[in-house]
């Protein structure tokens, strides 16, 4: 299934709210090993504990310092970012992507993309007040992790994502 | 998604999986699920065969038991999160579905029952989470019996809009709204009227998320309500005079007509008048009040009254 747009013209995550909660809860978890996705040296948690982000505080954007809340947006444009935006072009290539359906609300449907690389990319088109056109923009990325019993590989990850990708959608590519 | 479609990818991929479900983790896990969901279709022709019902024992063994801990510990988690429903909640809500199929798979019917209820339990207290998830909601409810232990969970998240609704009644209406049953409305224009009514409610929801506003759950964060349009209540003032008509006079000497009050006291306000309470609720609110009190309406209708036709 075609995207109606191309990956480049799909907006990165907005607000630096929403890139310091998702960077916080999907880059740094240690379920979806991103470890496996960027050229990130060491764990990225405790590398934000170094610049001082308290892992308590963590969850809040205004309850961290200043140096931390740059770092942790900094891990979104140079690792998160660059990670998501290789999994839109990736399931571009291989249209590896699905559609949320709607019969009751033909006009809102988020769209699901899935990298080579295990990301899934949630992409919705954001409306803008005062009559400004509508923009696709990446809302969530995340990996989505096999199960304890399971294989923890890349492969093992790529797979849970695309099994993923075919319960929530009309998608029927293979795994 | 067409259930019939979805129910008949799963039996595809199951077939696909014959060569390696044996003897690989991942993919032994993945038949046993894709053969849970055929085998809750009420429909016999979307059952796996005895072929593969045979190997049960075998993949479960390789794939190991589920974890129904880990499943709630994640859908909790995501819950309380406010990243898009459509990922790691929906995952987590369809990793339950998987958990439940295996454990009735494997004769642990006690165990489903139990973790279905903690699942649902914990989805009816995050309304607002949910409520983008009601499209595969409905299409997973058409793919189970209705006495299936997934039933209860997508059931839960599909009635999410009533339960935001109920949540936000003003006290005194929460009373009758904590008497409704899940009683299923046989009266066709009562679902004429609702489906409106949902139409109405989720172009309100698209609108309202679809604006660059702050990332709070719906419910919180009213304040961008007031640049959208009012949904039309025609459909309101139809439901309204079926509901007097059959109500009235058949129930006023055994049932309690508050609920009627309320109907009369949102059918008589003007549309750019807000619900006579404190604090005023906007008028779509308003209109979900109506809906609720729709329901607690049906459910007081004498069992006669209950299965009259559309006039």
């Keep these: 299934m075609n995207a109606p747009w191309k990956a480049k013209q799909i907006l990165d995550m907005q607000g630096e709210r929403s890139r310091f909660a998702h960077v916080v809860k999907h880059f740094y978890s240690k379920k979806e090993r991103w470890q496996q ?7 990225p948690r405790s590398l934000a ?3 001082g982000c308290i892992n308590r505080e963590l969850r809040h954007y205004d309850l961290v310092t200043p140096d931390c809340r740059e770092h942790v947006l900094g891990d979104h444009d140079q ?23 709607d019969e009751r609300n033909q006009s809102k449907h988020a769209w699901i993309f899935v990298g080579d690389n295990g990301v899934s990319v949630i992409v919705r088109e954001v409306r803008r007040p005062h009559g400004k056109p509508k923009r696709p923009e ?12 399971q294989g923890q590989t890349p492969e093992d990850f790529f797979k849970a994502a695309v099994r993923k990708l075919r319960d929530k959608t009309s998608y029927e590519g293979d795994v | 998604m067409n259930p019939d479609e979805w129910l008949d990818k799963a039996m595809e991929e199951l077939n696909s999986l014959a060569a390696t479900m044996q003897d690989d983790p991942a993919d032994a896990w993945r038949a046993l699920t894709l053969a849970a969901r055929l085998l809750s279709s009420p429909n016999p022709k979307h059952h796996p065969s005895e072929t593969i019902t045979q190997q049960f024992p075998r993949l479960l063994e390789v794939a190991g038991p589920p974890d129904p801990e880990e499943v709630l510990d994640v859908i909790a988690d995501e819950l309380n999160s406010v990243t898009d429903a459509w990922g790691p909640l929906l995952d987590g809500l369809i990793d339950a579905d998987d958990a439940l199929g295996v454990l009735r798979i494997s004769d642990q019917e006690d165990v489903a029952r139990r973790l279905s209820e903690r699942v649902a339990g914990l989805v009816s207290l995050y309304p607002e989470r949910t409520l983008s998830l009601g499209s595969f909601a409905d299409m997973r409810l058409k793919t189970v019996r209705d006495d299936s232990v997934v039933a209860s969970i997508w059931r839960t998240i599909e009635r999410a809009p009533a339960q935001m609704l109920a949540d936000a009644l003003p006290v005194q209406a929460q009373e009758l709204a904590a008497e409704i049953a899940t009683a299923p409305s046989e009266l066709p224009w009562l679902n004429a009227a609702y489906s409106r009514l949902q139409r109405s409610f989720a172009a309100f929801v698209d609108a309202a998320s679809d604006m660059e506003a702050p990332a709070e759950p719906m419910g919180v964060s009213l304040d961008f309500s007031a640049t959208l349009g009012r949904p039309s209540i025609a459909p309101l003032e139809l439901a309204w005079r079926k509901i007097r008509s059959e109500i009235a006079p058949k129930s006023m000497d055994n049932v309690q007509v508050p609920s009627t009050r309320h109907l009369r006291s949102v059918t008589s306000s003007s549309p750019t008048s807000t619900w006579a309470l404190d604090p005023p609720l906007p008028n779509h609110m308003a209109e979900l009040c109506f809906k609720r009190t729709l329901e607690v309406a049906i459910v007081m209708l004498p069992e006669d009254a209950k299965t009259s036709e559309l006039r």
Excluded at chain 1, 37 to 43: I, Q, S
Excluded at chain 1, 84 to 95: C, M
Excluded at chain 1, 138 to 149: D, L
């Design chain 1, 79 to 101: 690792a998160y970012a660059p990670a998501y935006r290789e999994a839109l072009s990736q399931a571009e290539h291989e249209d590896r992507v699905g559609k949320e359906e």
């Design chain 1, 49 to 51: 504990k170094k610049a």
């Design chain 1, 37 to 43: 996705v960027t050229l990130h040296h060491g764990d």
């Design chain 1, 138 to 149: 990446v809302k969530s990325a995340y990996r989505v992790w096999p199960r304890k019993s």
